[in-house]
């Protein structure tokens, strides 16, 4: 069994498999989609049982724009229902809603119900949930140079002041006080990064699953959290 008072304070998770999921039952991925955001419900009220802080996981990086539109579609209405179907369940549990990303191209209806919802939450201190949608790690830190480039040009800080603090300060990520998971668990037997977050993962311990992210439950996360409990982390120290 696992520690309930070793738990990882923020849990990162790269959810992926719906769509492998869904060809295996011969559905379209779209039914893989929706199986997927019950598990992510799922998720969520483990994390804020178990008293985790922060939960990000990606729902949509940037590269997902190249899939078919009907797919794309299907997604972008699926965030739309689930921040609705939600939104008073968060309230009532605690949990504050934080979306990261390039939201520029999301649709408009989307982008003004997200911005709804972290109004709406942004009190709210038992979990925090970030979801990372048209979301990539390289862009991330794209933008956090450019604006600390442009307010060295301005004078507004000097150059000694840019340091690791400054660019936390100014990436995404800085919608929460623990922005470095402690644990990244990828599902679906998938053994990379994809892009997610780079800066932030720089000494998160990582477990990849095999279940695809429909069958990701908690027998599943236990085991990530078993196996997280039994990592040494030295942060470059010797043993
Ligand atoms: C959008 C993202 C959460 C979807 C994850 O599942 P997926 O569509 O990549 O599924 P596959 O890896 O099985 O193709
Ligand atoms: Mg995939």
Not at 126 to 145: E, F, H, M, N, T
Request: aromatic share 10%; net charge negative.
């Amino acid at each position: 069994g696992f520690r309930e008072d070793m738990m990882p304070k923020h849990v990162a998770v790269i959810m992926d498999g719906n769509a492998r999921w869904a060809k295996l039952r011969s559905l379209p991925a779209s039914a893989g989609h929706e199986a997927g955001s019950r598990s992510l419900r799922e998720l969520v009220e483990l994390c804020a049982h178990w008293g985790i802080r922060v939960l990000t996981v990606f729902a949509f990086s940037y590269d997902n724009w190249i899939r078919p539109k009907v797919e794309v579609d299907f997604l972008m209405t699926l965030f739309e229902r689930e921040i609705k179907s939600q939104l008073q369940n968060f309230v009532r549990e605690g949990i504050r809603i934080s979306v990261i990303g390039d939201s520029s191209k999301l649709p408009k209806s989307l982008q003004k119900l997200i911005s709804d919802a972290e109004e709406t939450t942004k009190d709210n201190s038992r979990l925090q949930l970030i979801v990372a949608v048209s979301y990539s790690g390289k862009y991330d830190i794209v933008q956090a140079c450019k604006s600390i480039a442009s307010k060295v040009k301005d004078g507004v800080i000097q150059l000694e002041d840019v340091g690791e603090g400054l660019i936390e300060q100014e990436l995404e990520t800085n919608c929460t006080e623990f922005p470095y998971p402690d644990l990244l668990i990828r599902t679906s037997g998938e053994q990379r990064v994809s892009n997610f977050l780079l800066w932030q993962l720089a000494y998160t311990e990582f477990f990849f699953a095999e279940a695809l992210w429909p069958d990701f439950g908690k027998a599943e996360f236990v085991e990530a959290l078993e196996s997280f409990q039994q990592r040494q982390r030295r942060y470059g120290a010797r043993r």
